[in-house]
């Protein structure tokens, strides 16, 4: 059964991949990024976990400083900054759960997108790291993207 799961989640990750980031990921991270995904549906953390996150990019200053997001069902239950300060809800959208972060590396490739690159946990396949070069002559148009410190809620 687990097999059968697991090679849906390959080939529906995987066309997904192939359809819509083409231009942008590389015939290896899209078997990369397959096999990271199917990891990360497979991991036991997926449904009920936090981690650290922060981005490099022309945003808020905020987003560029390390963040605790909980995340409970695919949806974030609560952000912080390193001290343990509440995040405002209204503010929530600036950070991603894991399961966006795959959605930044399958989405449509645009005119703007030059390159995408990623680095995955191994033993979860969540994305530590997602690099998004903007093609050039567009000012402030990349984003990077850090994880790190997955655990999961009590």
Excluded: K
């Amino acid at each position: 059964m687990r097999s059968a799961v697991l090679l849906a989640v390959l080939l529906v990750v995987g066309v997904a991949a192939c359809d819509s980031a083409a231009d942008a990921l590389s015939p290896r991270e899209v078997r990369e990024l397959t096999v990271a995904r199917a990891r990360w549906n497979g991991s036991p953390l997926r449904n009920a976990y936090s981690y650290e996150t922060r981005m490099s990019c022309f945003c808020p200053s905020e987003v560029g400083r390390w963040h605790r997001v909980r995340v409970v069902n695919g949806t974030i239950a609560d952000v912080r900054t390193e001290d343990g300060t509440a995040v405002p809800a209204l503010q929530w959208t600036w950070y991603p759960t894991v399961d966006s972060l795959f959605a930044i590396l399958v989405r449509e490739p645009d005119e703007y997108v030059q390159d995408v690159s990623a680095r995955y946990d191994q033993t979860h396949g969540y994305p530590l790291e997602i690099s998004i070069t903007a093609r050039p002559g567009i000012a402030d148009g990349g984003v990077t993207y850090f994880t790190r410190g997955l655990q999961p809620l009590p």
